[in-house]
Nanobody
Framework: QVQLVESGGGLVQAGGSLRLSCAAS????????MGWFRQAPGKEREFVAG????????YYADSVKGRFTISRDNAKNTVYLQMNSLKPEDTAVYYC?????????????????WGQGTQVTVSS
């Protein structure tokens, strides 16, 4: 069983930055892909970024490429999402997710484990 706990959300003005953290426990059970998703009110959950624990390769949604950076600290079993140049349209609940396999999936149903979510609100 993998448990994921997000932190770091909050309220920020447009153009500002936030860093989200996702602490994972039970990683030894084979969830080697970590992803960040977000869900705004009335919208479907969408992929933001993903990373492999081993090797650290990453993949980003076009909407955040160049502004967001996903990284991991293997020793701390923690994944981060550094969000810069935030826009009001980035406002959403952000979720950390984990899955096994080799490919960084972009669909929510490809992920087996989810955190509780953390709210990010960007004011204009």
């Amino acid at each position: 069983q993998v448990q994921l706990v997000e932190s770091g959300g909050g309220l920020v003005q447009a153009g500002g930055s936030l860093r989200l953290s996702c602490a994972a426990s039970g990683r030894a059970f084979g969830s080697n892909i970590m992803g960040w998703f977000r869900q705004a009110p009335g919208k479907e959950r969408e992929f933001v970024a993903g990373i492999r624990w081993s090797g650290g390769s990453t993949y980003y949604a076009d909407s955040v490429k160049g502004r967001f950076t996903i990284s991991r600290d293997n020793a701390k079993n923690t994944v981060y999402l550094q969000m810069n140049s935030l826009k009001p349209e980035d406002t959403a609940v952000y979720y950390c997710a984990a899955r096994s396999g080799l490919r960084i999936g972009v669909l929510a149903n490809e992920y087996n484990y989810w955190g509780q979510g953390t709210q990010v609100t960007v004011s204009s």
